[in-house]
Nanobody, 116 residues
Framework: QVQLVESGGGLVQAGGSLRLSCAVS????????MAWYRQAPGKQRELVAS???????NYADSWKGRFTISRDNAKNTVYLQMNSLKPEDTAVYYC??????????WGQGTQVTVSS
């Protein structure tokens, strides 16, 4: 059974940084595309960044230059480094994995709150 567990969320002041982690078990992590999404209150879930099995990254325009996605295949973990945080970055952040079979799984989410 594939499981994703996010961690690293919390409360931070504007301008600060956080690093989110997502540990994956039960899948061939190194062959999977990983992604971070976010869902702000009253809004739809949206893509923040993704990284392929070959470490090719893609970012939504809103977060280019401030957020960095990376992966450690030895630890079956994907990260999201978030810098220069703004109050509008407040959301629940979710990790998603896309297996080579194109089946997808989601984590439970981690809350990020940025105070002004």
């Amino acid at each position: 059974q594939v499981q994703l567990v996010e961690s690293g969320g919390g409360l931070v002041q504007a301008g600060g940084s956080l690093r989110l982690s997502c540990a994956v078990s039960g899948s061939i992590f190194s062959l999977s595309t990983m992604a971070w999404y976010r869902q702000a209150p009253g809004k739809q879930r949206e893509l923040v960044a993704s990284i392929t099995s070959g470490a090719r990254t893609n970012y939504a325009d809103s977060w280019k230059g401030r957020f960095t996605i990376s992966r450690d295949n030895a630890k079956n973990t994907v990260y999201l480094q978030m810098n220069s945080l703004k109050p509008e970055d407040t959301a629940v952040y979710y990790c998603k994995t896309v297996l080579p079979t194109y089946r997808t799984y989601w984590g439970q989410g981690t809350q990020v709150t940025v105070s002004s």
